[in-house]
């Protein structure tokens, strides 16, 4: 990754991006001791940086895909719904999908699920789109 591209706060949660496009960002994230809460399953705050780490990921994504180099974004709304724990010592799965795209704003949601599959947070989120700086 360039400068330009690295996900520093990604890359200290941990998370791994698996896979790429403007219609879809998957990513994986092992629930460490360190992002926990009590007991030992994954904080709250952890899942929603994890969702809005992919959001913003697969805005970008389409931005330079539909509109090419110098657009940006950044998060104006996030709300997400708690489904089960997942525990330490299991991995998150994550999958982000588009519900709006728009020149604007883009709406994505991020559903977030159990090693056993079983889903575990779904993430709404709105992305402003941000237009090259002159």
């Given at each position: 990754m360039t400068a330009e591209t690295s996900l520093p706060f990604a890359d200290l949660m941990g998370l791994t991006i698996t896979a790429v496009s403007p219609d879809r960002v998957t990513a994986e994230l092992p629930v460490r001791p360190d992002l926990c809460t009590r007991p030992a399953v994954l904080h709250g705050g952890a899942v929603m940086?994890?969702?809005?780490?992919?959001?913003?990921?697969?805005?970008?994504?389409?931005?330079?895909?539909?509109?090419?180099?110098?657009?940006s974004t950044t998060t104006i709304e996030s709300k997400t719904n708690f489904l089960a724990a997942i525990p330490a010592g299991e991995t998150a799965h994550a999958e982000c999908t588009p519900i709006h795209r728009g020149r604007t704003t883009q709406v994505w949601q991020?559903?977030?699920?159990?090693?056993?599959?079983?889903?575990?947070?779904i993430?709404?989120?709105t992305q402003l789109v941000l237009a090259p700086r002159t």
């Open positions: 940086a994890f969702a809005d780490t992919l959001g913003a990921v697969a805005t970008m994504a389409w931005l330079k895909a539909n509109l090419g180099e110098g657009w991020t559903k977030i699920s159990r090693a056993d599959g079983k889903l575990a947070a993430v709404t989120q």
